[in-house]
């Protein structure tokens, strides 16, 4: 079973374009409609959970569903499939950075600014999505001009658990049910283990770069988009250069955003770019999917509880600033250098924003954008 469930989720991994939102619609078509390995239900509810929880958000869905499907071991199935593809290349592409020919380096130009034109678009998707009422914008503004002005790990950390103690005495959510009586069916071992494992990130565990990578894997809410400030600030020694050809790659290759993580895990290993970057893969992904395991029989009864629904709706509006604050830098002061960069940007966000056309087409034309740069005047 768990073989069936590797192979299954090795094919979307090798051709799943497009982030988190297309992936989960390539999910229900394969999954639910194809296959029929779980009602429509049952798949709305691990996306419904998926949603307020840390971490990626469509590598959640599909280790649940490997997990309804197999126990562990098909969950672990389901996410070594997925993820296989991207590590892989991303993994090559680091290696291989340094020794680039020219018309590469020019495309990974051109992906640079479609990171720009990509970073932006989420920013406007999850602002409509996040902050629909005036203290939720509040909390994004503080949010953003924290980080604008005091751009580190440690100004993330208490910014976020400040608004989360702040969120559990004043309601940001909407009113939800407050009568659900439906028991919280937590697996308590798995969640300790995730506490545990975060402290000792922070207390002790002697690895830096496992440490690096799972305190940002288990700080992501709202998307994958957003992991890209936490390591920024959080993983030492790499240039914003390397962050932003990292977060362009991502953008390239089928599979979850979170394989960024890859390429800089070889970016930081050296000799060891393998095993460093094998590491930091596991370290990002490893506490989103212990939530999900703890949780994923509790989705409901989680999202019926009001200062749970609060924390979550006003964390949601915290990372719209931390990706507005990374939108500035390094995002936009690492890609964009002339007036053609400007408009370019202007232009791709436009077309994405209206046009909506497939995002291969804008890679390619991103890439061809990236080749006839240099010869522009």
């Not at 991994?13 to 194809?34: E, R, Y």
């Not at 071992?189 to 506490?195: A, D, E, H, I, R």
Request: charged share 5%.
């Amino acid at each position: 079973m768990a073989l069936s469930i590797f192979y299954q989720f090795f094919l979307l991994g090798c051709t799943s374009f497009g982030g988190p939102a297309a992936h989960l619609g390539i999910f229900k078509k394969h999954f639910v409609d194809n296959l029929g390995w779980l009602p429509n239900e049952r798949y709305g509810a691990m996306i419904s959970l998926s949603q307020i929880l840390p971490g990626p958000g469509s590598s959640q869905v599909g280790f649940a569903i490997g997990l309804e499907r197999a126990g562990i071991l098909g969950g672990i199935a389901a996410f070594i499939g997925f993820t296989l593809p991207s590590f892989l290349l991303m993994l090559m592409l680091a290696m291989t950075a340094s020794e680039l020919p020219e018309p590469i380096e020019n495309i990974i130009v051109g992906l640079k600014l479609f990171a720009v034109v990509v970073v932006a678009d989420a920013i406007f998707s999850m602002a409509k999505s996040f902050c629909k009422t005036t203290p939720l914008k509040v909390i994004t503004f503080i949010s953003t001009l924290a980080l604008l002005l005091l751009p580190s790990l440690h100004t993330q950390l208490w910014l976020l658990v400040i608004v989360a103690v702040v969120a559990y005495f004043y309601r940001f959510s909407p009113i939800v049910d407050d009568k659900n009586n439906s028991p919280i069916m937590l697996n308590w071992s798995v969640l300790g283990l995730f506490f545990a494992v975060f402290a000792l990130t922070f207390f002790g565990l002697p690895n830096n770069l496992f440490a690096q990578f799972y305190q940002a894997g288990a700080l992501v809410f709202g998307g994958g988009h957003v992991v890209l400030p936490l390591l920024q600030n959080g993983v030492s020694g790499l240039s914003q250069e390397s962050f932003l050809t990292a977060y362009a790659a991502a953008q390239a290759v089928p599979g979850p955003m979170f394989s960024i993580a890859s390429f800089l895990g070889a970016e930081v290993g050296g000799e060891h770019a393998f095993a460093s970057s094998l590491l930091a893969t596991v370290a990002i992904f490893l506490p989103g999917l212990l939530l999900m395991w703890a949780c994923h029989h509790s989705w409901q009864s989680l999202s019926s509880l009001p200062k749970f629904a609060s924390i979550s709706a006003a964390l949601n509006a915290a990372v719209v600033g931390l990706l507005a604050a990374a939108f500035y830098n390094p995002i936009w002061q690492s890609a964009v250098y002339s007036l053609w960069h400007i408009a370019l940007v202007i232009g791709g966000f436009i077309l994405l924003k209206y046009a909506k056309p497939p995002i291969w087409m804008m890679l390619l034309l991103f890439c061809g954008v990236g080749v006839l740069l240099p010869h522009l005047p």
